[in-house]
Protein backbone atom coordinates (compact mmCIF):
# COMPACT_ATOMS: atom_id res chain seq x y z
CA UNK A 1 0.00 0.00 0.00
CA UNK A 2 1.32 3.20 -0.85
CA UNK A 3 0.55 6.58 1.68
CA UNK A 4 0.61 10.34 0.54
CA UNK A 5 0.14 12.36 3.81
CA UNK A 6 -1.07 16.28 3.46
CA UNK A 7 -2.35 19.27 5.13
CA UNK A 8 0.57 20.26 7.40
CA UNK A 9 1.18 24.15 7.63
CA UNK A 10 2.45 26.94 9.69
CA UNK A 11 -0.67 27.99 12.28
CA UNK A 12 -0.58 30.13 15.72
CA UNK A 13 -1.17 28.23 18.86
CA UNK A 14 -5.04 27.64 19.32
CA UNK A 15 -5.48 27.10 15.53
CA UNK A 16 -6.38 23.57 13.84
CA UNK A 17 -5.68 21.88 11.52
CA UNK A 18 -6.87 18.74 9.67
CA UNK A 19 -4.06 16.27 8.06
CA UNK A 20 -5.36 13.84 5.37
CA UNK A 21 -3.58 10.69 4.22
CA UNK A 22 -4.72 8.72 1.33
CA UNK A 23 -3.81 4.92 0.96
CA UNK A 24 -3.46 3.68 -2.56
CA UNK A 25 -2.55 0.39 -4.35
CA UNK A 26 -4.27 -2.12 -1.94
CA UNK A 27 -7.29 -2.64 0.26
CA UNK A 28 -7.65 0.39 2.24
CA UNK A 29 -9.85 -1.47 5.04
CA UNK A 30 -7.43 -4.47 5.44
CA UNK A 31 -4.85 -1.84 7.55
CA UNK A 32 -5.32 -0.59 10.80
CA UNK A 33 -3.75 3.14 10.18
CA UNK A 34 -1.75 4.98 12.67
CA UNK A 35 -0.38 8.83 12.50
CA UNK A 36 3.50 9.23 13.94
CA UNK A 37 5.42 12.44 14.68
CA UNK A 38 8.98 13.58 14.80
CA UNK A 39 9.90 16.59 16.13
CA UNK A 40 13.48 18.48 15.14
CA UNK A 41 15.60 16.92 17.64
CA UNK A 42 14.11 13.86 19.30
CA UNK A 43 13.03 10.41 18.39
CA UNK A 44 9.31 9.45 16.17
CA UNK A 45 6.26 9.19 18.47
CA UNK A 46 3.34 7.53 18.43
CA UNK A 47 0.15 10.07 18.46
CA UNK A 48 -2.66 7.88 17.41
CA UNK A 49 -4.50 5.43 15.34
CA UNK A 50 -7.44 3.28 14.69
CA UNK A 51 -8.38 0.25 13.62
CA UNK A 52 -9.58 -1.51 10.53
CA UNK A 53 -13.16 -0.56 10.83
CA UNK A 54 -12.66 2.40 12.30
CA UNK A 55 -14.61 1.27 15.67
CA UNK A 56 -11.28 1.63 17.81
CA UNK A 57 -8.92 4.77 18.08
CA UNK A 58 -5.81 5.27 20.63
CA UNK A 59 -3.99 8.30 21.08
CA UNK A 60 -1.06 9.35 23.24
CA UNK A 61 -1.69 11.34 26.38
CA UNK A 62 -0.62 14.46 25.36
CA UNK A 63 -3.21 15.19 22.17
CA UNK A 64 -6.21 13.46 23.91
CA UNK A 65 -8.88 16.07 23.95
CA UNK A 66 -7.41 17.91 21.07
CA UNK A 67 -7.24 15.32 18.27
CA UNK A 68 -9.41 13.21 16.44
CA UNK A 69 -8.36 10.02 14.31
CA UNK A 70 -11.37 9.23 11.70
CA UNK A 71 -11.06 6.96 8.40
CA UNK A 72 -13.57 6.88 5.45
CA UNK A 73 -12.90 3.28 4.02
CA UNK A 74 -14.88 4.44 0.91
CA UNK A 75 -12.71 7.10 0.31
CA UNK A 76 -9.16 4.76 1.44
CA UNK A 77 -8.48 7.86 3.44
CA UNK A 78 -6.99 8.48 7.03
CA UNK A 79 -8.03 11.96 8.77
CA UNK A 80 -6.14 13.37 11.95
CA UNK A 81 -8.20 16.60 12.95
CA UNK A 82 -6.08 18.53 15.62
CA UNK A 83 -7.34 21.33 17.57
CA UNK A 84 -5.93 23.72 19.89
CA UNK A 85 -2.30 23.43 18.36
CA UNK A 86 0.29 23.78 20.78
CA UNK A 87 3.58 24.85 19.74
CA UNK A 88 4.91 21.11 20.97
CA UNK A 89 2.84 20.14 18.01
CA UNK A 90 5.32 21.20 15.76
CA UNK A 91 6.94 17.90 14.17
CA UNK A 92 6.48 15.95 11.06
CA UNK A 93 3.44 14.19 10.87
CA UNK A 94 3.96 10.69 9.12
CA UNK A 95 1.00 8.16 8.70
CA UNK A 96 1.27 4.40 8.92
CA UNK A 97 -0.55 1.48 8.04
CA UNK A 98 -0.32 -2.14 8.97
CA UNK A 99 -2.23 -5.40 8.21
CA UNK A 100 -3.04 -6.09 11.90
CA UNK A 101 -6.79 -7.51 13.14
CA UNK A 102 -5.39 -5.51 16.63
CA UNK A 103 -7.49 -3.02 18.25
CA UNK A 104 -7.01 -0.46 21.16
CA UNK A 105 -3.85 0.16 23.18
CA UNK A 106 -2.21 -2.13 20.85
CA UNK A 107 -1.99 -0.37 17.93
CA UNK A 108 0.27 2.22 19.85
CA UNK A 109 2.70 -0.34 20.01
CA UNK A 110 2.84 -2.14 17.08
CA UNK A 111 5.78 -1.77 14.26
CA UNK A 112 3.71 -1.04 11.03
CA UNK A 113 4.97 -1.79 7.99
CA UNK A 114 4.36 0.78 5.31
CA UNK A 115 5.00 4.65 6.17
CA UNK A 116 4.14 7.51 3.75
CA UNK A 117 6.38 10.35 3.71
CA UNK A 118 6.12 13.55 6.10
CA UNK A 119 3.83 16.49 6.11
CA UNK A 120 5.05 19.74 8.11
CA UNK A 121 3.09 21.10 11.09
CA UNK A 122 4.28 23.87 12.69
CA UNK A 123 2.84 25.89 15.61
CA UNK A 124 4.19 29.49 16.45
CA UNK A 125 3.24 30.92 20.05
Known amino acids: VQLQASGGGLVQAGDSLRLSCAASGSTFSRYAMGWFRRAPGKEREFVAAVSRSGGSTVYRDSVKGRFTISRDNAKNTVYLQMNSLKPEDTAVYYC???????????????????WGQGTQVTVSS
Open 96 to 114: AADPTTHSGGSLARIIYDY
